[in-house]
């Protein structure tokens, strides 16, 4: 399998640390908020990453937060923090907005097919280990406290911004004002915020420095190494969080456990965008899943949507591009129905069969090229040479990635004749055989403007509904 690794811009081939295992942490929500359709690309993305690395034989333990503390409105860590700002707007607290957004963003990525990652853990529940990991950085000499919250500092360490490859002197020259004057470096961003800076935050804690809160890249750092150790396989997000949020995981954790690399691949979804950009929520005006169910579609096909793009592609929304997937994906449902009424799914392939399985799962295989992979799909049910019962199971088989749910689709039941169409179409067998040819005419006529077709056959007569 190949990735492409943002760290040195190139498609690599994917080495475990462990065979066979794969270790992933994802950046989660921050839950102030309903996740419009630009944040769910980005987890398709993910959810196509695991599900590829699983058909590669990878046992995957796919990690995800859940930020319900500590991301403020500015990256520079300016701002306030999003659910204590959400909680002041509607008069909740901010434990139940956290739960409230929480649980709509578990029903829209159920909704859209994404497995549910191994673990999900939340930024409340781990504040013991962000308080660790921010002494540890304190033991080494990486940390100092200014106007009261504890900041890392860039310099301590000779890597900074490698991620993003950011120019450091530019960016000192670029940056005359910090907008925080605590900082040594522009560049240093807070670890552990205390009561010092908003004084009525309401979710806090005690720490060694004072009560206060986390930072939000710690809490990256913090959990990701709680479930899978201090050096793992993939780290993802999406593009946004490469020049800020992972190049500061990155440096607190490599200056925490004095080993390199922290993480060994890691992968970034590009944005949605629309007509006016990337697709953000502070730009005000965004999509949810649930507009696009009030609008008449199914969270599928905006997955079929996901896939008509590259990750690394930005990818425009639209309607009608949201149609063009609708009708696709509605047309592979009718396509698998008819088949699926037809035959039962193959055990053993042609060549040809196997040559398009093989296709497929090298499309996805070389850095999840899912566009290639559905033009490999539909080359293969246009395949006169394909039978049926081989094209069903290659289906079901691609379907284990596309994740469209090909295996739900039913068969579609025959409708029922009813009596008085049955019993018409007995009177006009009837006097067919008494050669009575008006009459049989009538009836033909009578049951196509009731919308029933019926066929003479050497069997009898064969009645359809008309489609
Ligand atoms: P947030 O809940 O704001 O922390 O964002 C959740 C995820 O969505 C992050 O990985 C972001 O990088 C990603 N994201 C934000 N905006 C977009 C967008 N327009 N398209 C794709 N991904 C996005
Ligand atoms: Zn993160």
New binding site residues.
Partial sequence: MKLYNTMSRKVEDFKPIEDHKVGMYC?G??VYNF??I??L??YVFEDILRRTLEKNGYKVKHVMNI?DVG?LTGDGDDGEDKLEKRSRETGKSVWDIAAFYTEAFMKDTASLNIKRPTVICKATDHIKEMIDLVKSLEDGGHTYISGGNVYFSIDTIDDYGKLAKLNLDELKAGARISVDDNKRNPKDFVLWFTNGKFKDQVMVWPSPWGVGYPGWHIECSAMSMKYLGRHFDIHC?????IPVHHTNEIAQSEAATGEKPWVNYWCH?????NDKG????SSGEFLTLSVLVDHGYDPLDYRYFCLTGHYRSQLKFSYEALDHAKSARQSLNDKVASLKKEASPASSFSEKACGYRQEFFDAMSNDLHAPQALAVLWSMLKDEEVPDDQKLALLLDMDSILGLNLDKVEVKKEESIPQNVLDLVNERAEAKKNKDFKRSDEIRDRLASMGWSVKDTPQGPVVAKIL
């Fill in positions: 950046c929500p921050t996740a419009h630009g944040n690309r980005t930020t991301h997000g999406g593009i946004d969080a979804g590009e944005f949605l965008i990337k697709m953000s929520k």
